[in-house]
């Protein structure tokens, strides 16, 4: 859709659908007269992964918000439409095509979060002989070069150095040169689970009533990705900034003091309990981490909320965010190739229904495709679990989580999900397997309640397949795990069972598996 433009151009200043900012690096220097952005929604970006509703939804209202505010600043705009007649259906293809038809004389891009992206756009660069100036995000506390430097001479990448330095270079959560309350982190003290009671007194989540934009976009989507997983009857995530940060200041105010406490929790039923819901505005730049941060903080300070929980809460921000963009970009392109447990099963094909009777996975996997969200341990400890004992590729992973995730972007889901849920990467982002049997999830949550599986049984007509699947890992990986000192302790264990022990497991998990995939 070309609308009034500059005679000549200077600068396609290209904006993405995850750089939702109009304070962004690509926005320095914008010259009115001689610039133009350039924005356009296409199906591959839609379909390179078998993308859920609620995510190709979401991306594209708050492109269109974002496009609305920027014309409403005046600033020249191309910007094309899915639906458009002539919609070329790849972001390559309609920059080509722009080119053509403005001229410019350079590109700028403020540095994208997926490296499949950047290539393609440097491809049309060369193609065209035009420079592509690649700009920092200032969404960041850090830069890629930051991290680059961090990791030079150190035999391990850790989260908690890396997040020291962090709070120190920028004063945060600091007392001169000690971190507040005299340690750097408080996550022994996060991990409560709700009891028997379960969670009391829930505030509703906070969310946004569709208006003519969005619900233009959700028809539009319910039509050209009618197959596509999941629903959009909930749809109610911020699409713009001024939504954005009303979800923050709920947040704050309602759900913060009790985030740390509960933030490993999970209940049957309750999608929402005390998580932030904010990464899907932060991904898509409608926040800035720092707003956010200080936000938290400042919340401390007025004694609204418990530093454990502030603490827990801006790790996860200034500490997490900022590392695995920091190993997603110093390791891409093969980090996406990496499978150091050579994992070759096939994703179960219930994973785009929900339709098992495990009830923790049809409860995590419902809830994911109604509302294109699952919180951290739902992901790391449910679903992410079971596909890492069960064996199944970590690319094959990766796809699901970067298909049905509202707040998924290459740059942060793949490491969390290759990295961290899956060991593909062989202990570069965590130091060892995250692998536990059903007694962790029945400790955290009341699914196995209801459940017709016992966490406490490994072999046997009622045995939990978490638990019988988390035995079978470690008998597979023996060899491989004895060379990590922080699977110690649930070796140890191993070698409790004996001989027939094992074989039950193993016939037991084999009965399984093929049953499933």
Known sequence: MAEALPDTVRHVVIVLGDQL??????????????????????????THVWSAKQRIALFLSAMRHFAEGLRAQGLPMHYTRLDDADNAGTLEQELDKAIARLRPTALVLTAPGDWRVLQSLRAVAVHHGLPLELRDDKHFFSTVRDFAAHTKGRKQLRLEYWYRELRQQHGILMEGKEPVGGQWN???????????????N???????????????????????FASHPGSLATFGWPVTRAQALLALEAFIRERLPLFGKYE???????AWLYHSHLSSALNLKLLNPREVVQAAEAALHAGQAPLAAVEGFIRQILGWREFVRGIYWTQMPGYLERNALEAQSPLPSWYWTGDTDMACLKDAIQQTLEHGYAHHIQRLMVTGLYALLLGVKPQAVHAWYLSVYVDAVE?????????MGQFGDGGLMASKPYVASGKYIQRMGNHCKGCRFDPALATGEKACPFTTLYWDFLLRHEALLKKNPRMAMQLKNLQRLDAPARDAITVQATAHRHAQL
């Open 21 to 46: 900012d109009a304070q962004s690096s690509a926005f320095d220097g914008f010259d009115a007269a001689q610039d133009v952005v350039w924005m356009a929604e296409v199906a591959e970006e839609s």
């Open 186 to 200: 408080f996550d022994a003290d996060n991990r409560e689970s709700f009891g028997k009671a379960g969670p009391q």
């Open 202 to 224: 829930l505030p509703p989540p906070t969310r946004f009533a569709p208006d003519a934009i969005t619900l233009e976009v959700l028809a539009l989507v319910n039509t050209r």
């Open 264 to 270: 490993d929790a999970m209940w049957q039923g309750e």
């Open 411 to 419: 740059w942060v889901e793949l490491p969390n999900t290759l990295g």
